[in-house]
């Protein structure tokens, strides 16, 4: 199976998503998943990402060679993220047929992903971050910055993203409206 993650930044989230999500399909039966990030074209940010002309140019370059399409976004506290992603995924379903493109928001930044799947510093909680609108400055660059990652590739985002996938289920069990959302509905998918 190969899987085409697009995320909104290129540059830092494949540091996150490529292996939580390698780990998510572990979990769901398929390790042997090819999990590639989308590097061409590399989507400009969270405006590029929700373009359908965009989207549309990536699903028509490489609906031959991957088996499941990945889009994955900040939620950035926009309540109607989700539906801009339901309308992306109506889309995509149009060309692809069923159950080969999934869209999901993180809530509220991909970093939270990898944040799920650290010991937390004292004094930090859970509560707090999720409820945060700024997670990444907050809260992810100085867990970088306090462990000496935030020069490697990514600005922390790979090991902590690595170290995440480590520790997917309890990532998951911490990110449900999210990451949990996202593997029940490919459970679903691979049922069938």
């Given at each position: 199976m190969?899987v085409?993650?697009?995320?909104?930044?290129?540059?830092?989230?494949?540091h996150?998503?490529k292996p939580?999500?390698?780990?998510?399909?572990?979990?769901?039966?398929?390790?042997?998943?090819?999990?590639?990030?989308?590097?061409?074209?590399?989507?400009?940010?969270?405006g590029?990402?929700?373009?359908?002309?965009?989207?549309?140019?990536?699903?028509?370059?490489?609906?031959?060679?991957?088996?499941?399409?990945?889009?994955?976004?900040?939620?950035d506290?926009?309540?109607?993220?989700?539906?801009?992603?339901?309308?992306?995924?109506?889309?995509?379903t149009?060309?692809?047929?069923?159950?080969?493109?999934?869209?999901?928001?993180?809530?509220?930044?991909?970093?939270?992903?990898?944040?799920?799947?650290?010991?937390?510093?004292?004094?930090?909680?859970?509560?707090?971050?999720?409820?945060?609108?700024?997670?990444?400055?907050?809260?992810?660059?100085?867990?970088?910055?306090?462990?000496?990652?935030?020069r490697?590739?990514?600005?922390?985002?790979?090991?902590?993203?690595?170290?995440?996938?480590?520790?997917?289920?309890?990532?998951r069990?911490?990110?449900?409206?999210?990451?949990?959302?996202l593997?029940n509905?490919l459970?679903?998918k691979?049922?069938?």
């Open positions: 190969n085409l993650i697009i995320p909104e930044d290129f540059t830092k989230d494949q996150v998503l939580i999500i390698k780990a998510m399909l572990q979990q769901l039966g398929k390790p042997q998943a090819n999990v590639k990030p989308c590097m061409d074209p590399r989507l400009g940010g969270i590029q990402a929700l373009e359908w002309d965009a989207i549309e140019r990536i699903i028509d370059q490489y609906k031959a060679m991957n088996d499941l399409f990945i889009l994955a976004v900040d939620r506290g926009e309540a109607t993220r989700r539906a801009v992603l339901d309308e992306i995924e109506r889309k995509a149009a060309i692809l047929g069923e159950n080969r493109f999934y869209a999901e928001n993180a809530w509220q930044e991909i970093e939270v992903w990898a944040i799920a799947g650290q010991d937390l510093p004292q004094g930090w909680s859970w509560q707090a971050i999720r409820a945060e609108i700024h997670p990444k400055e907050n809260y992810f660059e100085p867990l970088a910055r306090s462990r000496g990652l935030d490697e590739p990514g600005g922390g985002r790979k090991t902590l993203g690595i170290e995440a996938a480590k520790n997917y289920k309890r990532a069990s911490l990110c449900q409206e999210d990451l949990g959302a593997e509905r459970a679903e691979f049922k069938k």
